[in-house]
Each structure stands twice: as structure tokens, then as C-alpha cells.
């Protein structure tokens, strides 16, 4: 297979869009689409502050890199969530993080949720029935808080993750097959901040496949952590996403034009605003003053509140 | 006349001379799923496997 733009090689071949690339085209092409993406969806501008959530994955890996070589002005967020599973997985994620940054000299913000909070995610999650069967509804809802909390304490103007498009498809498919509402009409490319206490939120890489992006770490050099979350085994999304492959492989370009498809639809009105009354109702915490559904306290901080009287209990 | 796939602690074994996608779908192993490198040199789907060659899949499928 021969590249298309100087008939070297190919390294990489993209069916959906009839494009095969050697390793140098491919590297100018994902940054090229990123940009277009930015621009798109006006996600932000180079006047702009941008933090970066960064897991040590290929995906956030990969989107500060990108970020970072388009001359966006670009720092990173680590969230240690304290995840052993016989990997060091925390630790490792963190050193790939720490790695990256220091190659490049980007600044690297860590928030260690154990030390910070005096539990893991495991045991966080032992504290409620969010997480009594897998800890990764609260592990999501911690980093969701402390991405925003991080963000806005320290002034960025957009936060940005790693999302990508199998990412997207499969909450999509999700979403869809329960016909949950609010997270349709909420899902997109962007997330406004809409009220004070939130942070405006950005996914440049929703269009791109988790097989580019991991291509683009691998042809790049960037070093990230292959292993998998230990929770993430048997996971929804990863169900989701088998189910999304196999009718891909049937027929290419299934999961972009499933993802852009809605999102031209809800473009069109597909959704009436009245479908997510949540977001016309939110309130801000008095803790912490993030924002909330319901007045009084938000779900994380009663969250902590209850793990943290477990933890009195424990030690009288 | 055997390839080896090897993906995270899995091996796998096809016959040499067959393509990369032909060889994933013997060993049942979904092409969107993984990247097929070959001596760090990454591989398209049309590359021919030769006999004794090691070919290290990293999966790229990830959840949570």
C-alpha cells in the first residue's frame, strides 16, 4: 500500500477515508484535522488558556502533543486516582505523564485523589452505591470535579480531553439504546460552561478513530502506558465499542457517519432543550460551588462527606 | 512456515505467507482492535507475513 501524498510506503491506512499515509504524512495529517476540528466547533483560540487531562494514555498523550506542536499555549492535568490492580497502574500512568511533560518542558499539575481526599477510588466507591459494584462511576465523577476544580482555581479558559470518536460512538450507542435524554442532548463536541462554577470543556480529537490516535502515539515515539485500567474489564463502553467495530469492519465509515450524523441532526433540532429540563435547573454547591442538579450539596462532595465519617468510625 | 502474533500475554501462531488482515482474522482477533507492528515498523493491513517473523499487536481498544 503506497502513501497517497508521496507514494512512499504506506504506514497507516484510514478505509473510511480512502487514505493510506507513510509515517511523515500521517504525523502532519492528524495535526492538520485537529486544527480543522478546533476551528469547526470553535473550541478555542491560541489567546487562550488550555488544560489538558491527561492520563498517560495514547488519547490525552497524543492530544497534548498535538496541541502543544500547534503552538496552543497548553498545560496538563494528572489525577492520581490511587489504582494498584497488581500493575502499579497509577503509578505508572503518572511517570508516562511526567516523562512526556519533561521531554517537552510543559507544565504537568498532579492532584493525588488518596492523599488529597484519604481514600483511593476503590475505596471511595466501597463509601456509596455508585460504586458498589465497579468503582468507575465514581472514579468519573471524581475526575470530572477535580478537572473543573483544577481549572478553575488556576485561571484556564477551556478544559480539554482526550475523547475520541469510539469514545464518542459508543456513548452515543449507549445513550441511544436506553434513550437517556439529557446526556443526548448534552453530547457534543463542546460543552458550554453555561453557569458559574463550570468550565467550558473541548474534545478535539471526537472525530478521529481510537485506532488513529493510537497510530499517531506509536508513529510519533510517545511513550504511554499500553496496559488497561484493571476496572476497565467487561466495561459497557468497551461492549459498546466490540459491537461498533464488528459493523465497522462490515462496512468502513459506520462509526464516523453514525457520530457526525447525530451531530448534524441535533444541529437541526432533533432534541428539543425541553428534553434536558437538568440543565435549566442547576444549582451550585455551597461547598464547593460547583454546579449541581439539585440544591444542596453536589453528588461528589456528599460523597466525600460520607467517606470521611466512614473514616472517623474506622479509626474510634 | 509460521508467523507469531503476539498480543499483550496471547500468542498466536498463522501460517507465513498470508496478509496482516488475513492472519488477524484467522487468529480471530478484530482488525480495528489492534495495531500490527512489525520490528517497530508499523504495518498496513495488505503487508505479507514471512516464515519465523514476530509480529507484536498492541491493542488500542480502551474503556472505563
Known amino acids: 500500500m503506497k502513501c497517497r501524498k508521496c507514494g512512499e510506503k504506506a504506514a497507516f491506512n484510514m478505509p473510511h477515508h480512502k487514505l493510506a499515509l507513510c509515517r511523515e504524512h500521517y504525523l502532519e495529517w492528524l495535526p492538520e484535522q485537529t486544527e480543522r476540528t478546533i476551528h469547526k466547533y470553535q473550541m478555542f483560540t491560541r489567546r487562550e488558556r488550555i488544560l489538558a487531562a ?41 511517570r508516562m505523564c511526567e516523562i512526556f511533560a519533561g521531554e517537552r518542558g510543559l507544565k ?25 459494584k ?22 484556564y479558559d ?48 471526537c472525530r478521529f478513530y481510537e485506532r488513529e490516535t493510537a497510530a499517531y502515539a506509536l508513529l510519533r515515539g510517545i ?3 499500553y496496559d488497561e485500567c484493571p476496572y476497565a474489564e467487561g466495561t459497557k463502553s468497551i461492549y459498546f465499542k466490540e459491537i461498533l467495530n464488528k459493523m465497522e469492519a462490515d462496512k468502513p465509515g459506520t462509526k464516523l457517519n453514525f ?21 435549566e435547573m442547576l444549582h451550585n454547591c455551597p461547598t464547593c460551588g460547583q454546579a449541581t442538579t439539585a440544591p444542596g450539596e453536589c453528588t461528589f462532595c456528599r460523597l466525600i462527606s460520607k467517606s470521611s465519617s466512614n473514616l472517623e468510625n474506622e479509626r474510634c | 512456515m509460521t508467523v507469531r502474533l503476539i498480543l499483550r500475554s496471547k500468542m498466536f501462531e498463522v501460517t507465513a505467507g498470508m496478509t ?21 515498523e508499523m504495518l498496513t493491513e495488505d503487508e505479507i507475513l514471512h516464515d519465523g517473523e514476530e509480529i507484536k499487536l498492541v491493542a488500542v481498544v480502551s474503556g472505563g
Not at chain 1, 471511595?124 to 452505591?129: F, I, P, S, V
Not at chain 1, 465497579?134 to 488556576?154: D, F, Q, S, W, Y
Open chain 2, 20 to 40: 496482516v488482515r488475513h492472519s488477524l482474522e484467522k487468529a480471530g482477533v478484530p482488525l480495528e482492535s489492534v495495531l500490527a507492528i512489525r520490528a517497530g
Open chain 1, 54 to 94: 491527561v492520563s498517560g494514555g495514547k488519547d490525552s498523550l497524543s492530544l497534548w502533543d498535538i496541541l502543544w506542536r500547534l503552538g496552543y499555549s497548553v498545560d496538563g492535568l494528572y489525577i492520581g486516582l490511587g489504582i494498584d490492580g497488581g500493575i502499579q497502574y497509577s503509578d505508572e500512568s503518572r
Open chain 1, 108 to 132: 504537568l499539575h498532579v492532584v493525588d485523589i488518596p492523599q488529597t481526599y484519604g481514600r483511593n477510588i476503590a475505596q471511595l466507591a466501597d463509601a456509596t452505591l455508585r460504586g458498589a
Open chain 1, 259 to 279: 457520530y457526525i450524523s447525530y451531530l448534524t441532526a441535533k444541529n437541526n433540532g432533533l432534541f428539543s432543550s425541553q428534553a434536558d429540563p437538568e440543565l
Open chain 1, 223 to 225: 511513550e504511554y502506558i
Open chain 1, 158 to 205: 477551556v478544559l480539554v480531553t482526550g475523547h475520541n470518536l469510539d469514545d464518542e460512538a459508543a456513548t452515543l450507542l449507549s445513550n441511544t439504546m436506553n434513550w437517556i435524554p439529557g446526556y443526548l442532548v448534552r453530547q457534543g463536541p463542546v460543552l458550554e460552561a453555561g453557569r458559574p462554577g463550570l468550565v467550558r470543556k473541548a474534545k478535539p480529537l
Open chain 1, 134 to 155: 465497579k468503582p468507575c462511576a465514581v472514579c468519573g465523577l471524581t475526575k470530572r470535579h477535580v478537572m473543573n476544580r483544577i481549572a478553575r482555581e488556576a485561571g
